[in-house]
Structure formats: C-alpha cells, structure tokens
C-alpha cells in the first residue's frame, strides 16, 4: 500500500533545530505537490510550506527565514529543516503529497504525524 510516514519530531529547546523527514513508499509513479501542515494543542490543521514537483517553494509568514522544506525525488522523500524554533512552534506536524499511483491513479494523502514539543 502507498504510505506517508513522517519522522524526526523530538523535544527541543527553543532557538533549537530539528529536521522533519516524510518518506513515502509503496507503488508510486511520481509525486507532485508535497507539503508540511502542523496542529498545535487546540487549533486547526494549518499548512506550514509546500512545494512542487519542480522545486518551487511556498511558506507561511510565521516560519520564513527559519523553516526550509526540499525533496529528494528518487527517494520520494520531501524534508522539513526547522531552525530558531519557538514554543509556538510546538505541535503535531504532518506531511501531505498528491501522488500518481504506477496503475494511473492519483491520490492525497496524509501522513500520521509526528510530534514536535518546543521547550521554552
């Protein structure tokens, strides 16, 4: 089955880094967009940074200068490196990806997340 699994989420103090690793896997064609979302305790799900299958990327006001989202296309791979983290950083990160299925299919899909706590 196509999956998402993301990983590197951790405890942190703030000013801190942590890099944000979602690997997919299974029969896939190719990907096209791929995006990070996060929770925070009592909010919504809100998008985080994107980008294309070209390589263009996109960021929420609040992590420019200091999130960076890449991917690696032969490994399915898309990372999220998080710099000058902040308490309100703290939340539950998730990966997103439109993916062409080797049958033809397209799919969106959600990874389950990964926890990232920012100790102030």
């Known amino acids: 089955q196509v999956q998402l699994v993301e990983s590197g989420g951790g405890l942190v103090q703030a000013g801190g880094s942590l890099r944000l690793s979602c690997a997919s896997s299974g029969s896939i064609f190719s990907i096209n967009d791929m995006g990070w979302y996060r929770q925070a305790p009592g909010k919504e799900r809100e998008f985080v940074a994107g980008?294309?299958?070209?390589?263009?990327?996109v960021y929420v006001d609040f992590v420019k200068g200091r999130f960076t989202i890449s991917r690696d296309n032969a490994k399915n791979t898309v990372y999220l490196q998080m710099n000058s983290l902040k308490p309100e950083d703290t939340a539950v990160y998730y990966c997103n990806a439109d993916i062409i299925r080797e049958n033809g299919g397209g799919m969106n899909l959600w990874g389950k997340g990964t926890l990232v706590t920012v100790s102030s």
């Open positions: 980008i294309s299958s070209g390589g263009s990327t």
